[in-house]
């Protein structure tokens, strides 16, 4: 089956600054990757997606990018927010009917 | 809320009895899942169903069991729960527009503690 790596397991940035997490996956016909947004005592929300047809898609502070000959995608937040403070996971999916999650990094954003 | 709802919110239970989880969609979506969330192991796929009386093991499968007798239903049953069940269970639903656009939506979760 897949296999999600994510990194780091934590992070901590400054208010303002940026923030980037990591993921590699090892099924070459793994092709959607969602990342999820997940507070404390919340369910896991969907905050931006990316399919294997496109590099890079960006939703106003958050872009997601993607390299499918290395296998892995990265989430960049710019100028952070203390609002941003969450624990975040990436997935990969193939046929849109598995997904399989990475262990997830938990930001916080320092004031 | 992506109309989905899990019970109950949380329970407490004894080691050995069975336990039923259910999770209910008011969408008409076809595929839907249970997850358990465990610090340092993020979401491990249960059971997933592809339709009615149609579901398949995922990565943990193993002392669960699943049913989906109706599309809007999907129920999770630990058979005779041990404390390695304890977890945070979340159910979810994926939108299936033949490929072109999957997105998962998650419930609420269930915070089972087996003692």
């Known amino acids: 089956g897949e296999n999600v790596e994510q990194h780091p397991s934590t992070l901590s940035v400054q208010e303002g600054d940026s923030a980037v997490i990591k993921c590699t996956y090892s099924d070459s016909a793994s092709n959607y990757f969602p990342w999820y947004k997940q507070e404390l005592g919340k369910r896991p929300q969907l905050i931006i997606d990316i399919r294997s047809n496109v590099g890079e898609k960006k939703d106003q502070r958050i872009a997601v990018t993607l390299n499918k000959t290395a296998k892995h995608f990265s989430l960049h937040i710019t100028e952070t927010q203390p609002e941003d403070s969450a624990v975040y996971f990436c997935a990969a999916s193939k046929h849109g009917n598995q997904f399989y999650f990475g262990t997830g990094t938990s930001l916080t954003v320092i004031p | 809320d992506a109309g989905i709802t899990q019970s109950p919110r949380h329970k407490v239970t004894e080691t050995g009895t069975p336990v039923t989880l259910r999770c209910h969609q008011t969408?008409?979506?076809?595929?839907m899942y249970w997850y358990r969330q465990d610090p340092g192991h993020g979401l491990r796929l249960i059971h997933y169903s592809y339709g009615v009386k149609d579901t398949d093991k995922g990565e943990v499968s193993d002392g669960y069991s699943v049913s989906r007798s109706k599309t809007e239903d999907f129920l999770l049953t630990l058979e005779s729960a041990t404390s390695s069940q304890t977890s945070v269970y979340f159910c979810?639903?994926?939108?299936?527009?033949?490929?072109?656009?999957?997105?998962?939506?998650f419930g609420s979760g269930t915070q089972l503690s087996v003692l």
């Open positions: 979810a639903i994926s939108e299936d527009r033949q490929g072109v656009d999957e997105k998962l939506f």
């Open positions: 969408e008409n979506h076809r595929y």
